[in-house]
């Protein structure tokens, strides 16, 4: 790709009013067309082929442009996934993903901060600390990168580099852009924000909307464990999470899914699967089941297959609804909680 734009001038990150504004005195459905073209991922103003010259030039001549990121590095693993390292406008680093099922479904997995504050010790991006907030156009630019790349992809998770809920304001109005009909139209039973736990978030959300759906990353249901491997947990212990969430759901009527990326010899015996069954009980939830995905400088262990295999059957005995996350994206470090890059 060509030169970036800067990112607080990248259409990328606007809504079709917003583009709207920027051209006052043209027609008022000019705003929309732009967006239309806009959100399919183009590169050049010359693509806007129904757009009067004279309003590409305004539009150049005070500085917008199209994408303000640009592909650094692809890796693709042998299971299909796809990794991309974006660098952004200022230099900075991040990760997305792109995850294939076996029907071909494609999964956009990406990020909405570089680095992350959360601390979670299970995960590589915890390690880098926050490096900043990704602007509403670096979060939509992801999508398109990877779709002008790898073709169209169906689903979205806000599951890569930050805790989306961190970052509001920026993921609410890059998931209005993803949903607009006349854009990309990414339904929002389609869109999954993960968050490892953020309560007053969730009840924003529950308000505010966009009522996508949730997934809250758990990986304990003691507090005392949970808060040793998630920080999060000492602001928002289990019972006001679990309340957040129960919020949501009476709002939404959606299900949530718990992650629980499982530790080996940490939260996967029998008594972490009753507690985890009792924590859930009576909610409309699913247990997303993550087998921890190593990290070069993280002092976990994986859990042996059999591990796996037997907490499975625990939370099914008990009633759970359970599926299982497989490890796709180790090869190229592009698994669950293995995002990381060097920023300076
Ligand atoms: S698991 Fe999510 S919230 Fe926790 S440190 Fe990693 S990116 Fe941040």
Redesign the pocket.
């Known amino acids: 790709m060509s030169k970036t734009t800067d990112t607080n001038k990248s259409l990328y990150g606007l809504s079709p009013q917003e583009i709207a504004s920027l051209i006052p005195h043209a027609k008022a459905f000019r705003g929309q067309q732009i967006f239309d073209w806009v959100q399919k991922g183009i590169e050049s103003f010359d693509q806007m082929v129904n757009i009067p010259k004279n309003l590409k030039d305004v539009l150049e001549f005070e500085g917008w442009g199209l994408f303000s990121s640009s592909i650094l590095e692809e890796q693709i693993d042998e299971d299909g996934t796809a990794k991309l390292a974006i660098r952004l406008h200022d230099g900075k680093v991040l990760e997305c993903v792109l995850l294939t099922d076996d029907k071909g479904r494609k999964t956009a997995c990406i990020s909405s901060q570089v680095g ?5 010790t ?5 390690t880098m600390g926050l490096i900043r907030n990704l602007k509403t156009a670096e979060i939509v630019e992801q999508f398109h990168l990877l779709q002008n790349r790898f073709g169209n992809i169906s689903h979205i998770v806000y599951m890569g ?3 989306p809920l961190a970052n509001f304001k920026a993921v609410q109005a890059s998931i209005e852009i993803l949903h607009n009909p006349r854009g990309v139209n990414m339904g929002l039973r389609k869109i999954t924000i ?3 736990g953020i309560a007053d978030g969730i009840r924003k959300l529950a308000v505010e909307g966009p009522h996508v759906k949730l997934a809250i ?1 758990l990986v304990a249901s003691d507090n005392e464990l949970r808060s040793s491997v ?1 920080p ?1 947990n000492n602001a928002y212990p289990l019972e006001e999470l679990k309340s957040a969430v129960k919020d949501y759901q009476e709002q939404t009527g959606r299900r949530v899914t718990f992650e629980y990326v499982l530790l080996g010899g940490v939260n996967d015996s029998r008594r972490d699967a009753n507690r985890l069954s009792d924590y859930i009980r009576h909610m409309n939830a699913i247990v997303n089941i993550i087998p921890w995905n190593p990290g070069a400088e993280l002092d976990f262990k994986a859990p042996s297959g059999e591990d796996v295999r037997k907490f499975t059957e625990y939370l099914t005995q008990n009633g759970v609804l359970v599926t299982r996350r497989y490890r796709r994206g180790r090869g190229v470090n592009g698994a669950c ?1 293995q ?1 990381a890059t060097k920023n300076k």
């Open positions: 992350c504050a959360m601390g979670c299970f995960c590589r991006t915890g580099m930050g805790e993960s968050t490892c990353s998630m999060i909680g995002l």
